[in-house]
Structures are given as C-alpha cells and as structure tokens.
C-alpha cells in the first residue's frame, strides 16, 4: 500500500507544551505536506516540504523530512487548545513529467491539548 | 481569492436511494478537482479524480459515479445507495502545475449518513 503511516495514532498534552507528529512512507516523493482537520471540517493545508528540502518552519510549526528513512515529522512547539485538532500527512509521487496533485494522505493523529 | 463549495453539508438517505453531492469552485480556471471520502475521522481515500471537463478517473471500484459538467464543477452520485457508503465526503481543487506536487484546497464536506 502507498499509504503513509502516522504515529502516534493520538497525543494527548498540556497547553505549553511541544506536540511531535511522525509519518513514514514506502514510495519516493517529491514533496509532503501536513494538513489540519477541526472535528467534522474540511482539511486545510498547513504546509508543504519538498523531496529536496529537510527542514521548514512556519510560525510555531517545524516540519523536517528525511528521505533516506522516508519519514517526516511535524512539530508543534507551544502548544494552545485551539491547536487540538488531527494533523495529517500526505505526499505526492513523482509521476513521470507531470503531476496531478493527488495525493496520499496518512491516517492522521489526534491532537488533545488540554488548557 | 479561491473558494469551494459543497453541499449539501449533511442527509440521510434510505438505503437503494440515490444521491447527489454537488461541488463548485470559484476563483480559478481548469482546477483538478477531487472526491475523498473519510471513514470514522480518520485517513482520506481518493474516490475519484478529474483533470478537465468530462475527464474521470475513479480510483476505487464502488457504488459511486462522478461527473463533471463544467469546468468548476464537481458532482459525486449513485443510484442506489448502500449502508456501506455513509461516510464524510470530500471535493478538493488543485491546480495543475509541472515539477512539483500541488496544495490541495478542500471544501467543509458531506455527512452521509445511509440507515
């Protein structure tokens, strides 16, 4: 499966505190992004790192990727109530010349933070 | 700016009913245009794909249907609806663009529920 993997499957931390989220993939990339979905919402795009990249920052989120382990995390450093949310990954494969966005998502981790 | 609109936000249908989910995009020409579905808040599965007016690709074999009318619309359907596709839906737009992977803009989503 070129489903991407994420753990932990959720987190559950004090307000203040950082939030680290993994994912892992089998397939060669050329770029992944994390995404964030309120309870019963649309996702929406939190940011994007590409094949060539190893680390991103964006407000209070890091993200890195390691291609040789085919892993990335994404780091939420601060943590607020508001940031409770799932976070998920996905990734798009390189398709030849051309690429049609789609993409493979995770199966995401729920974040719980606590004030 | 971009937006995307999907409706309606929530039915219950009887199963063997048929359904009918609309999407449109406004703000941008030629979009890729997706459905997902989520089962139980977790990983996205791609239905279905489209790259132009009249042009499908359906990722999954199911009870489901996609067409798309115009160039920014979007309309999921079946014929008679199974319990097995309730369920959270839903339709993204990206644009199309060489070299690398591409951000996809979600709508707020369906709540199917089939009893």
């Known amino acids: 499966s070129q489903q991407g993997e994420e753990d932990p499957q959720a987190l559950s931390i004090q307000e203040g505190e950082n939030a680290t989220m993994n994912c892992s993939y089998k397939?060669?990339?050329?770029?992944l992004q994390w995404y964030r979905q309120n309870s019963g919402r649309g996702l929406v795009h939190l940011i994007l790192?590409?094949?060539?990249?190893r680390e991103k920052h964006s407000g209070r989120l890091r993200v890195t990727l390691d291609t040789s382990k085919k892993s990335s995390s994404l780091l939420i450093t601060a943590s607020r109530a508001a940031d409770t949310a799932s976070y998920f990954c996905?990734?798009?494969?390189?398709?030849?010349?051309?690429?049609?966005?789609?993409?493979?998502f995770g199966q995401g981790t729920i974040l719980t933070v606590h004030p | 700016s971009q937006t995307i609109h999907q409706w309606p936000a929530t039915l219950v249908q009887p199963v063997g009913s048929p359904l009918s989910l609309e999407c449109t995009v406004e703000?941008?020409?030629?979009?890729?245009l997706y459905w997902y579905r989520q089962a139980a808040g977790r990983g996205l599965q791609l239905l279905f794909y489209?790259?132009?007016?009249?042009?499908i690709s359906s990722e999954v074999p199911q009870n489901l249907s996609a067409s798309r009318p115009q160039d920014r619309q979007f309309i999921l359907s079946s014929k008679k609806l199974l319990l097995s596709d309730s369920g959270f839906y839903l339709c993204?737009?990206?644009?199309?663009?060489?070299?690398?992977?591409?951000?996809?803009?979600f709508g707020e989503g369906s709540w199917l529920t089939v009893v």
């Open positions: 993204a737009w990206s644009v199309l663009r060489r070299v690398s992977g591409n951000t996809i803009y």
């Open positions: 397939t060669s990339i050329n770029n």
């Open positions: 790192i590409r094949s060539n990249e």
């Open positions: 996905a990734f798009s494969s390189y398709a030849g010349g051309t690429s049609y966005g789609k993409l493979t």
């Open positions: 703000g941008t020409s030629n979009p890729n």
């Open positions: 489209s790259v132009g007016i009249g042009q």
